[in-house]
């Protein structure tokens, strides 16, 4: 991401301060102008983390069938190994060696596309980050901020959250990243405002963001749903007085390594972003 904003911000309409380092571990931040608000990303996956005796430990919450092949690597070369399930449900690579135990693995990537959708694995949260480096190009106010570990537990968002309140007085929050397809929320629809998950935000920004929606004709579905959690559950949970929501177009099958979204509701998210990073 930082070798990609130094090759591409030239042509933005502002060029902005990366902020990164040990302080923020693996996270990076891009502040434009005089920040009022920051939308946030993860960066992280879902994946395996390598046991003993052929077992994988998963990384968040990744969804398998048996089959799926992995990729990874350890101290002796390249990994690309095959996920099976025993008889006990139990996840195991087969692979030619034994793999280091402590080695991180994920789905090989098998991107496709139609005239309507991408497939892909990762699209969580892959399309949180594109729409994040999309709406860089015209942001002229405002801090985008890439995290880590949102799929494992979380850890980063405090520090980012009292570096941008206290520094910058920033109250105002979003979150782009994926949701599910349910039987609420369907593809191809626009991008879904969330009402809540296990975390309720604040009603009148809420109310703020879907008149935004309806006034600039932003195509758009309302979730409501009672778990599930992202970056914005430590947002709340912060000491700070910060409005958020959690703002991004459903995909079906995640988590696993088919991942697939309309692109119509990639636009409509983007869309949507470049509006709330200069309105609110």
Not at 237 to 243: C, E, T
Not at 261 to 272: P, Q, V
């Amino acid at each position: 991401i930082i070798e990609y904003v130094r090759q591409n911000s030239s042509s933005w309409r502002v060029n902005p301060q990366i902020i990164h380092g040990d302080a923020f571990q693996d996270c990076l931040m891009l502040i434009f102008g005089k920040p009022k608000i920051a939308a946030f990303a993860h960066m992280d996956t879902t994946g395996f983390t390598v046991r003993y005796q052929d077992l994988l430990i998963p990384i968040g919450g990744p969804e398998v069938a048996g089959g799926e092949v992995l990729i990874g690597s350890d101290r002796f070369g390249e990994v690309e190994c095959k996920l099976v399930l025993d008889a006990e449900h139990q996840v195991r690579y087969q692979f030619g060696r034994a793999i280091q135990s402590g080695t991180s693995l994920v789905f090989k990537s098998k991107f496709s596309e139609d005239q309507n959708t991408y497939t892909s694995p990762y699209l969580d949260n892959r399309i949180g980050i594109a729409n994040l480096l999309k709406i860089a190009e015209d942001l002229e106010h405002g801090v985008l901020v890439f995290s880590c570990w949102e799929e494992h537990g979380g850890g980063s968002v405090p520090y980012l959250v009292k570096y941008l309140y206290e520094q910058h007085h920033i109250s105002k929050m979003l979150i782009s990243d994926i949701t599910w397809v349910t039987d609420g929320v369907q593809s191809d629809r626009g991008v879904v405002i969330s009402h809540r998950d296990k975390n309720i935000p604040r009603k009148s920004f809420i109310e703020t963001i879907t008149q935004l929606a309806d006034s600039y004709k932003i195509p758009y579905q309302i979730e409501v749903e009672a778990y599930g959690s992202s970056d914005a559950g430590e947002i709340q949970q912060s000491p700070y007085p910060i409005d958020w929501c959690f703002i991004g177009p459903p995909i079906e099958n995640v988590h696993t390594d088919h991942e697939k979204i309309s692109k119509k509701d990639i636009r409509s998210m983007i869309s949507f972003y470049q509006v709330l990073m200069g309105t609110l």
